[in-house]
């Protein structure tokens, strides 16, 4: 089992930043992979950005270049940087882990950007 908690969402203007935090029940150096997805309202989850054991990183092209995906392994949490901030990254901002077969997921953060 692993539990994440997902922290740091709130209220922003448009161009503001926001750095949103996923802390780990376990040793993320044991998980493969960690990532952070979205969900905008009436919309479907998407990707943001993942990161493996290896620090390799990917983005959803629109994050790219304002979005940053990092990790804390002494801290066992993973962040993601968002900057430029636009009224469309509003949103559920959720993180899951892929350890052993399984694939967890923390119950969001809320951001929204306004305009």
């Known amino acids: 089992q692993v539990q994440l908690v997902e922290s740091g969402g709130g209220l922003v203007q448009a161009g503001g930043s926001l750095r949103l935090s996923c802390a780990a029940s376990i040793s993320i150096a044991s998980i493969t992979a960690m990532g952070w997805f979205r969900q905008p309202p009436g919309k479907q989850r998407e990707l943001v950005a993942t990161i493996t054991r290896d620090d390799t990183t990917n983005y959803a092209d629109s994050m790219k270049g304002r979005f940053t995906i990092s990790r804390d392994n002494a801290k066992n949490t993973v962040y993601l940087q968002m900057n430029s901030l636009k009224p469309e990254d509003t949103a559920v901002y959720s993180c899951?882990?892929?350890?052993?077969?399984?694939?967890?997921w923390g119950q969001g953060t809320q951001v929204t950007v306004s305009a």
């Open positions: 899951n882990a892929l350890y052993q077969i399984f694939t967890y």
